[in-house]
């Protein structure tokens, strides 16, 4: 089944600057790959996600790149803000329920 | 659109009792709903599986006679732990896809937060 890595696994940043969670997947089925933002005691709410035909997607400060090829896929927040802070989640799945990464906690310092 | 509703948001229980917690799409036919545990500090893990009309699938390593799991309607999951233990501390989220869309986006439920006492 599908395995999913997550990096790192906590990250702090300073307000304003870039942050850059990285993800890589084992099932080359997988066609679909979310992201989650998680804050505490609260529902994971899915921030932006990609699909196998396209590379790269933007959404404002959010970024998600990914690498079929290579089988990783990336999410970029640039000029972070302090409400950014929380734990995110990527996932992946092939028509199947999401495998979700470990999880990154991001903390964005003032 | 497309809003899941969980209840209980929270419930507290003694050891050995019985817990119902209720997934509904409130906008939304699901054909599928998902059921997924979350430890503090950690990731969620998918525990099973339900449709509509049939019976669940379940991971690897969970109990189906200890976690039933009914998806009587396309709106409404049901999961029931049963023989509660405080192992069974944990935040239940449930998911669900809409039906008659080509999509995987799963949209989550508030989570319920079960302690056992």
């Known amino acids: 089944g599908e395995n999913v890595e997550q990096h790192p696994s906590t990250l702090s940043v300073q307000e304003g600057d870039s942050a850059v969670i990285k993800c890589t997947y084992s099932d080359s089925a997988s066609n679909y790959f979310p992201w989650y933002k998680q804050e505490l005691g609260k529902r994971p709410q899915l921030i932006i996600d990609i699909r196998s035909n396209v590379g790269e997607k933007k959404d404002q400060r959010i970024a998600v790149t990914l690498n079929k090829t290579a089988k990783h896929f990336s999410l970029h927040i640039t000029e972070t803000q302090p409400e950014d802070s929380a734990v995110y989640f990527c996932a992946a799945s092939a028509n199947t329920p999401l495998v979700f990464g470990k999880g990154t906690r991001l903390s964005v310092i003032a | 659109g497309a809003v899941v509703s969980q209840h209980p948001s929270w419930v507290i229980c003694k050891s050995g009792t019985s817990v119902k917690i209720e997934c509904r799409s409130l906008?939304?036919?699901?054909?599928?709903m998902f059921w997924y545990r979350q430890f503090p500090k950690q990731s969620l893990m998918l525990m099973a599986t339900?449709?509509?009309?049939?019976?669940?699938?379940?991971e690897q390593g969970v109990e189906k006679d200890k976690f039933l799991i009914n998806h009587a309607s396309l709106t409404l999951s049901t999961l029931t732990v049963t023989s509660a233990h405080p192992e069974d501390s944990s935040f239940y989220i449930c998911?669900?896809?809409?039906?008659?869309?080509?999509?995987?986006?799963?949209?989550f439920g508030p989570g319920t937060r079960l302690t056992v006492l």
């Open positions: 998911s669900a896809i809409r039906l008659a869309l080509s999509t995987d986006t799963q949209y």
């Open positions: 906008d939304f036919q699901a054909t599928t």
């Open positions: 339900s449709n509509e009309g049939s019976k669940a699938t379940y």
